[in-house]
């Protein structure tokens, strides 16, 4: 079985530590053992978990990962794909947004047009200091097995980049998957194949 946590990004001042919070609550309800899953910025939010009772390993797909430091952070903004940034809306109240244009050609670039089109509509805005423009601190990695998948032509993150920050941080060598940034969507029967894979 598998289950999305539904976080609070459109809270203001509520960054990763507050959306780690979140899934601690919902964790406590499931049955275990269970693999955490961060996609996108949820490679932000997994290794924050706490506590880490029934948690079998952490899988990282298409993610951010947290940095330790000042260095890392700069690291994790040269990962971003080039022209990114270009395509970020951040309102007055801090809320981040991507244009519909802009998400097909950057999240969705390889997805069908009809399930793009399904998936553009139900975007939301988020807090952009949870995900961007702040560095948030970050004690560490936990000693948990995990699994690192990227998708070859993601246009959010800087493949070469990405996999290098994995290897360095986790320790793990990147699996590397055909297609966009949301293999959720596009992707769906593949992933969940992968994941039993790597869970077992």
């Excluded at 406590?28 to 996108?40: D, Y």
């Excluded at 800087?158 to 920050?165: D, K, M, N, V, Y």
Aim: hydrophobic share 45%; aromatic share 4%.
């Amino acid at each position: 079985t598998a289950e999305a946590v539904d976080l609070p990004i459109e809270q203001a001042g509520a960054g990763p530590d507050r959306y780690a919070a979140v899934v601690a609550e919902r964790l406590a309800t499931m049955r275990r053992p269970v693999w955490l899953v961060g996609h996108a910025m949820g490679g932000t939010v997994i290794p924050r978990v706490r506590p880490l009772d029934g948690v079998a390993g952490l899988i990282y797909l298409c993610p951010g990962l947290p940095a330790r430091n000042d260095s890392e952070h700069e690291e994790n903004l040269a990962a971003l794909a080039p022209g990114l940034t270009d395509t970020f809306r951040i309102d007055g109240q801090g809320m981040i947004t991507m244009s519909a244009a802009d998400a097909a050609a950057r999240v969705y670039n390889c997805t069908p047009v009809k399930l793009r089109d399904w998936a553009i509509p139900r975007m939301r805005r988020q807090w952009a200091g949870g995900i961007v423009t702040e560095q948030n601190s970050f004690e560490g990695y936990p000693d948990l097995p995990c699994h690192v998948i990227l998708a070859e032509d993601d246009q959010i993150l800087a493949l070469p980049r990405i996999a290098a920050i994995a290897r360095q941080r986790l320790g793990v060598e990147p699996i590397v998957l055909p297609g966009d940034h949301s293999p959720i969507i596009a992707r769906p029967h593949e992933l969940a194949a992968l994941f039993h894979r790597l869970a077992a």
